[in-house]
């Protein structure tokens, strides 16, 4: 459970600024977004291998 506590004076929008980013760092949605579709683990490796590749021309791009 994430518990945000407020400081003396502190104003509501930044204590629910502060829970969402602690809720954003848990990865929870993201986790339900990847649990929607089943993803077989072949089209898995070929989307990592397609990311590597892409970061991998960037970098070379920058060079």
Known sequence: MIVVQLKEGE?????LKRFKRKFEKTGVIKELRKRQAFEKPSVQRREE????KYIENLQREEE
Do not use: P, Q, T
């Not at 104003?11 to 204590?15: D, G, K, L, S, V």
């Open 49 to 52: 291998v397609k990311k590597a």
């Open 11 to 15: 104003n509501i929008e930044r204590a």
